[in-house]
């Protein structure tokens, strides 16, 4: 059965660089697309975007320009940078599996979600 | 891109059937099957409860059901019950190779 686990700092000062790593365990990587998926408290979810483990991407338009994702399948894990973050970026942060590839059109697999808070 | 419009909240009795709505448009939910819909109880990861519009995932109860036409999608539960309070929201593709979600919909069971 597989499960995602989310990883990474807490806290993240404004202006820096956000870094979270998701690890794949009960099945390889690849073959699927990976996502991440944002939801600040109280409110609903945000896609950022997704990787295919050939590394090609797609990112939400609204994020795109301060958002990378990376994957390294020898250690069966993928990645999600967010530079210049703000108060705004402050949300629990899911990696999910799918959609597409090996697997449905859908998020068929999700982490327990990590929660970052940008803040001085 | 614009988030697909959900009603903030539905409420039935135990044992009655609710329907959500999902209403996108030509660009993303009328185009395509790839319409999902997820439950989340509070402090909990979403879970996939209907995929491509009307599929079920091995372990969802048949008592959740999906459909579309048009621009709007819907999930449906019918029999409700109290373990159903939560959460529910949809998701599309779009023609812009992205993925939305809905404003996500409070269910309360009287």
């Known amino acids: 059965q597989v499960q995602l686990q989310e990883s990474g700092p807490g806290l993240v000062k404004p202006s820096e660089t956000l870094s979270l790593i998701c690890t794949v365990s009960g099945d390889s990587i690849s073959n699927y697309f990976w996502t991440w998926i944002r939801q600040p408290a109280g409110k609903g979810l945000e896609w950022i975007g997704r990787i295919y483990t050939s590394g090609s991407t797609n990112y939400s338009p609204s994020l795109k320009s301060r958002v990378t994702m990376s994957v390294d399948t020898s250690q069966n894990q993928f990645s999600l940078k967010l530079t210049s973050v703000t108060a705004a970026d402050t949300a629990v942060y899911y990696c999910?599996?799918?959609?597409?590839?090996?697997?449905?059109?859908?998020?068929?697999?999700w982490g327990l979600g990590t929660m970052v808070t940008v803040s001085s | 891109q614009s988030a697909l419009t959900q009603p903030a909240s539905v409420s039935g009795s135990p044992g009655q059937s609710i329907t959500i709505s999902c209403t996108g448009t030509s660009s993303d939910v009328g185009s395509y099957n790839r319409v999902s819909w997820y439950q989340q109880h509070p402090g909990k990861a979403p879970k996939l409860m209907i995929y491509?519009?009307?599929d079920r995932p091995s372990g969802v109860s048949n008592r959740f059901s999906g459909s579309k036409s048009g621009n709007t999608a819907s999930l449906t539960i019918s029999g409700l019950q109290a373990e159903d309070e939560a959460d529910y929201y949809c998701?599309?593709?779009?023609?812009?190779?992205?993925?939305?979600f809905g404003g996500g919909t409070k269910v309360t069971v009287l």
């Open positions: 999910a599996r799918g959609p597409g590839g090996a697997t449905r059109e859908a998020f068929d697999v």
């Open positions: 998701s599309s593709f779009t023609s812009s190779i992205t993925w939305v």
């Open positions: 491509e519009v009307s």
